[in-house]
């Protein structure tokens, strides 16, 4: 799936229609800068409103996919059911890489805390470090406990 090329083939056929991004969205029960995402290729149309969209766009999830209109004689070798299946599938395997990198990155903060926390000879540069150290595992528990956050919000 080319997102730019699905982007593109969304705001063509959104113009053929004569409707702004704003009345799309509003139709859709999105925001305008949800479309404008979609046809910017930044990110894909949610698999739940994948369907209103080709509706109000009178196009196919087939061509959806495709970034362009289908010609005569092309045959399909899945159905609208099958393509709603994957990007489900697709999305909910993003997702999940989300939640797996939140929380490696809380796991590898705690781990780094943990280490700060061994004594060491005192120096200026050891302490340095130690704070340095400890900056870096604060900044990735705090990114980690973020994604993950961000993950469960979504579903």
């Not at 593109?8 to 404008?36: C, D, M, P, W, Y």
């Not at 393509?83 to 997702?95: G, V």
Request: aromatic share 6%.
């Amino acid at each position: 799936m080319n997102q730019a090329a699905i982007g593109a083939f969304v705001a063509a056929k959104r113009h053929e229609r004569n409707l702004t991004q704003e009345q799309l969205a509003e139709k859709l029960g999105v925001s305008n800068k949800t479309i404008s995402k979609w046809e910017n290729g930044r990110c894909m149309p949610d698999y739940s409103v994948v369907q209103p969209l080709c509706r109000e766009l009178g196009i196919t999830i087939a061509e959806l996919m495709d970034g362009e209109e289908k010609e005569h004689g092309n045959i399909r070798v899945f159905d609208e059911q099958q393509a709603l299946d994957l990007l489900e599938r697709i999305q909910r395997l993003e997702q999940q890489r989300q939640l797996l990198y939140g929380l490696m990155l809380v796991v590898a903060g705690i781990a780094m805390m943990a280490l700060t926390g061994l004594p060491h000879e005192s120096s200026p540069i050891n302490d340095f470090l130690s704070g340095v150290t400890t900056g870096v595992a604060s900044a990735a528990t705090i990114v980690g406990v973020y994604a993950v956050a961000r993950t469960f919000h979504k579903q």
